[in-house]
């Protein structure tokens, strides 16, 4: 049966119909409606036009946040109308069917796991280092969503081993100091960048500052990389994946990648650094693409 994949963003919900083998047959964007009510039936209209064009098919979601075991709620989406809702009750109720979601951090390392950068590692960790930073994990094929259904949560672990500079850490939304959100993020490079050397440069303009010889701009560029390698021993020490794939628009960094292959080894706790830590290859389409693999072939959920 074939499969439609939704991307529900804060500012656009992004739906591609796949068949079977993987065929991309279609695919719409639209803007997300600020309200819970309207998010449903834009869903669900997106839906019902490329059934009534491709037949019925099985539908995944990517969202924000995560559903919580507990009570069947969503908690901790930055599309703030969607916390406390029963979102995944309610969709399926309104496409009369059984519909399967998961974090887009979430479907972004499925997808990358399956046919992409990370194609044919035993364990993949995906992480997503955009406006926030959000991480997933893949292993034998399989999604691990964990007890409290946040594995993979590597944006909300404090920044390890801190230096000097680091001891009063900034605030993160989600109440605590010195998350690695508040360090690595878009927002938070700028936020660093502004710290150390004043102005208002956004994080893209800090990488092009950079690349154009900008002194400042290369510490803060080379002091992000190395907060990243970091973060992502911790994330070695305890996981220890074949792959890590970095998605995000600031995963688009020139040199990024490099830096953070570069600086690792001196983070972990071993002798040598297997681990490949690579950029996505489906980009901003893995979100979409990992949804609708949340169904394998015969139908049952991942």
């Keep these: 049966m074939n499969r439609i994949g939704i991307d529900l963003g804060g500012t656009k919900i992004e739906a591609r119909l796949f068949a079977p083998g993987g065929e991309e047959l279609c695919r719409q964007r639209v803007a997300t409606p600020r309200n819970y009510t309207g998010t449903i039936s834009e869903i669900e209209r997106l839906v019902m036009a490329m059934e009534a064009k491709y037949g019925a098919a099985r539908v995944g979601l990517a969202h924000p946040g995560s559903i919580s075991p507990e009570t069947g709620l969503m908690r901790n989406a930055n599309s703030v109308w969607l ?38 590692a035993g364990v993949v960790f995906g992480v997503i280092v955009g406006t926030g930073v959000g991480g997933g994990i893949v292993a034998g094929g399989q999604l ?57 440069l956004t994080a893209n303009e800090v990488f092009l ?18 907060r990243m390698a970091r973060g992502l021993a911790v994330v070695i020490n305890i996981l220890d994946p074949d792959v890590i ?58």
């Design 83 to 120: 916390n406390g809702r029963p979102f995944r009750e309610d969709l399926s109720a309104r496409l009369d069917r059984p519909v399967r979601t998961a974090n887009d951090a979430n479907c972004f390392a499925l997808s990358e796991a399956r046919d992409g950068a990370g194609r044919g």
């Design 144 to 200: 691990i969503n964990g007890t409290q259904a946040i594995a993979g949560e590597w944006g909300h672990i404090p920044l390890p081993w801190p230096q000097q500079d680091e001891l009063d850490p900034p605030g993160c939304w989600c109440g605590k100091t010195g998350c690695l959100e508040t360090w690595l993020s878009g927002p938070g490079l700028a936020a660093c960048h502004a710290r150390a050397h004043g102005g208002a």
């Design 209 to 226: 500052a950079a690349r154009d010889g900008d002194a400042a701009a290369i510490e803060s560029v080379a002091r992000h990389g190395e």
């Design 245 to 302: 794939v970095l998605g995000g628009g600031v995963s688009n960094a020139d040199g990024l990648i490099e830096r953070i292959n570069r600086t690792l080894p001196a983070w972990l706790f071993s002798d040598i650094c297997r681990t490949r830590v690579v950029r996505h290859h489906h980009g901003d389409a893995s979100g979409v693409r990992g949804a609708a693999w949340l169904w394998d072939d015969d139908g049952a959920a991942l």
